[in-house]
């Protein structure tokens, strides 16, 4: 074998030497040092439903998801259970729980990472020094992993005064952890704590009838299949859907500042025998809800009792004074839009002021903006004037309620009209007709209108503002 010969021997020998290290390095240190970064990983979480042995191929692990959940603070139990519509306390009350409260418990149960390993093997004295003789708290979790249900325990102890963090055992695990202190805040939570605290709750959309009986009286409200509402009694009118809503929403944000504890007698001392607001929801899956109203007056000022029955079971809260809106005069709730019409629809728009001509636009396109002056002379308008115009008259509400059914339009100015607008859709199809009327005596502003509805608006003159009652107004300056 000649030097050349063995020169490249060498090389190759080399090189194979190299790529069996290689491959030795491979197999033997980094997928150990990559099995070990796994296992820190899936080790490193406060708690874990899944196991080890379950990751998959690109890294990730199984979903799953909390279905139940049981939180213990000292003696204080809580069970909760996730249903079709949230997070459910089961015990010791049967009650919405928070959304804030739960997406807290389960966002740390989820990604908490644990701080250090403190013992592996502690002793009685040991569990003692890190309050996990008797722990402060523990959360007793049931995941579903694919069709599996699995569950998983945690236990807290007492808070490092050095640094903060909150000492922690897992399961059967003997270990003892350290964890960031905002883990026992967020977790060791009593019934209270995690409760719904907005007791009087609906949605307008699954209300169909809305019955209030006060000491004064009550009310009747119903809406249609079309989602319209309708007073019932103590007269019939159009109802405001807005009011409708605003009243609805007013109960259903007071929030609850505390949650007595409910019974017979309980109730009676409150007043309940004989409440302030008596109010029954008839909903459109034919349940109903039920929601008294109670005041207690005292020497340091008056507490609101709210008690809520439905197919749930009852809550007694103590909230704010906006509880008692389902107890308002019916009238607030009339309808007070003089027009009801969509902006997009309007083909032709008339505008006239006193006697005098009229002034006619018509819209040329599609197109919401492109507009036309056709009488007194055909001339093109401004867009953005005539769509503006529209949008303000479709949001018009008036101020206040006069007279209804009036038999003499004339005293209000609204026969002989300072300035009126009607509205046309395609074929000529009728939208609407507004009249503006005489100022109000004694209320600086304010003009008497006329709509849709049998009865004697007041509104804000202001409102009118931007609505081109002249040609000039719809022209480009020459």
Not at 22 to 28: N, Q
Not at 128 to 154: C, H, M, Q, W
Not at 229 to 257: C, H, M, N, Y
Not at 460 to 473: H, R
Request: hydrophobic share 45%; proline share 5%; with cysteine.
């Amino acid at each position: 074998m000649n030097q050349r010969t063995r020169s490249v021997s060498l090389v190759f020998l080399v090189a194979a030497l190299a790529l069996g290290l290689g491959a030795y390095a491979w197999r033997f240190v980094f997928k150990a040092d990559e099995a070990a970064a796994v296992k820190q990983a899936h080790d490193n979480r406060l708690i874990s439903p899944f196991r080890l042995d379950e990751q998959r191929a690109d890294g990730g692990w199984p979903p799953f998801r909390y279905v139940a959940l049981t939180v213990t603070v000292g003696q204080v139990r809580t069970t909760l259970e996730r249903r079709a519509e949230g997070w459910w306390l089961t015990s010791p009350v049967v009650a919405p729980a928070s959304k804030t409260a739960i997406e807290s418990v389960v966002s740390h149960l989820e990604d908490t990472k644990l701080v250090a390993t403190l013992e592996e093997a502690p002793d009685a004295a040991t569990l003692a020094k890190y309050g996990l003789d008797g722990p402060a708290f523990s959360v007793v979790a049931t995941a579903e992993i694919g069709r599996e249900t699995r569950t998983v325990r945690l236990f807290g102890g007492v808070e490092n005064s050095f640094d903060g963090t909150v000492y922690v055992r897992r399961g059967d695990d003997p270990t003892v952890y350290s964890t960031p202190g905002e883990v026992r805040a967020a977790l060791a939570r009593t019934p209270d704590d995690l409760r719904e605290r907005r007791v009087f709750t609906v949605r307008e959309v699954d209300v169909v009838r809305i019955t209030t009986r006060t000491p004064d009286g009550g009310s009747v409200i119903e809406r249609d299949a079309q989602g319209v509402w309708t007073i019932a009694a103590p007269f019939r009118a159009p109802a405001d859907l807005q009011a409708v809503v605003e009243r609805i929403g007013t109960a259903g944000s007071e929030k609850a500042r505390a949650f007595p504890s409910d019974g017979v007698e309980v109730r009676r001392a409150l007043g309940f025998d004989a409440p302030a607001v008596d109010t029954t929801l008839d909903l459109a899956d034919e349940t109903t809800v039920r929601l008294r109203v109670c005041r207690v007056s005292t020497d340091g000022g008056d507490t609101w009792f709210g008690l809520r029955e439905d197919e749930d079971g009852a809550q007694l809260a103590a909230l704010g004074p906006g509880i008692a809106a389902y107890g308002q005069d019916a009238a607030e709730l009339v309808d007070r839009k003089p027009l009801r019409f969509d902006a997009a629809a309007v083909m032709r728009v008339v505008l006239r002021v006193g006697t005098g001509p009229e002034l006619v636009l018509e819209r040329e396109t599609s197109a919401p903006a492109e507009w036309r002056v056709v009488v007194p002379r055909r001339a093109k308008a401004k867009g953005s004037v005539v769509v503006g115009a529209l949008n303000k008259l479709a949001s018009l509400r008036a101020l206040k309620l006069g007279e209804a059914h009036p038999a003499d339009w004339g005293r209000f100015g609204l026969v002989s009209p300072s300035r009126s607008v009607s509205l046309f859709g395609a074929g000529g199809q009728s939208l609407g007709q507004l009249t503006l009327g005489a100022p109000v005596a004694d209320q600086p502003g304010l003009f008497y209108l006329r709509g849709r509805l049998d009865q004697v608006l007041l509104a804000d003159g202001n409102d009118f503002k931007g609505v081109p009652f002249t040609l000039a107004e719809l022209l480009d300056a020459p």
